[in-house]
């Protein structure tokens, strides 16, 4: 079963269960990902089904610092309830060990020295990573190895 159908099902269930918020919640996710399918004009592979999702759960974290900066905690809560949600679809993120080793092996085979190396870096970091790597996190790793 893919992540689009798991995500309709569980959208069914939330609805059937009257639990509004979470209903919404995957309903917009469902449009999101049927969006992407019309665009790419066929079925999403899982990997652009996880881009999807993580794309999102990055625009309701954005929201939840913009609305508490704002003093709006209300819609700060409902944005994180959003993201919280969005994350249980999503396969486990590495831990700090693990992007610590992949960025200090490609900082190796590269040879990175300096700051100016970062684009060098990164874009085989994500690709290694597969998904599965804080881009921010290991930005900051980089960032202490070669500062």
Same mark, same amino acid.
């Given at each position: $079963?893919?992540? $689009?159908?798991?995500?309709?099902?569980?959208?069914?269930?939330?609805?059937? %269960?009257?639990?509004?918020?979470?209903?919404?919640?995957?309903?917009?996710?469902?449009?999101?990902?049927? @969006?992407?399918?019309?665009?790419?004009?066929?079925?999403?592979?899982?990997?652009?089904? *996880?881009?999807?999702?993580?794309?999102?759960?990055?625009?309701?974290?954005?929201?939840?610092?913009?609305?508490?900066? %704002?003093?709006? @905690?209300?819609? %700060?809560?409902?944005?994180?309830?959003?993201?919280?949600?969005?994350?249980?679809?999503?396969?486990?993120? $590495?831990?700090?060990?693990?992007?610590?080793?992949?960025?200090?092996?490609?900082?190796?085979?590269?040879?990175?020295?300096? $700051?100016?190396?970062?684009?060098?870096?990164?874009?085989?970091?994500?690709?290694?990573? %597969?998904?599965? *790597?804080?881009?921010?996190?290991?930005?900051?790793?980089?960032?202490?190895?070669?500062?």
């Amino acid at each position: $079963m893919s992540l $689009m159908e798991q995500i309709q099902k569980d959208m069914y269930a939330a609805m059937k %269960a009257g639990e509004k918020e979470k209903a919404s919640a995957l309903r917009t996710v469902v449009a999101k990902l049927k @969006d992407k399918q019309i665009e790419k004009r066929d079925a999403l592979t899982e990997d652009e089904e *996880i881009k999807a999702l993580r794309l999102l759960e990055k625009q309701r974290k954005e929201s939840v610092e913009q609305y508490k900066n %704002a003093g709006r @905690d209300e819609l %700060a809560a409902s944005e994180q309830a959003e993201a919280d949600l969005i994350k249980t679809y999503l396969p486990q993120m $590495m831990d700090e060990s693990a992007i610590r080793a992949i960025v200090e092996e490609i900082v190796a085979d590269v040879g990175a020295e300096s $700051m100016s190396d970062i684009g060098k870096v990164m874009p085989e970091v994500m690709k290694r990573g %597969a998904g599965q *790597i804080d881009g921010k996190q290991a930005q900051a790793i980089l960032r202490e190895l070669l500062g």
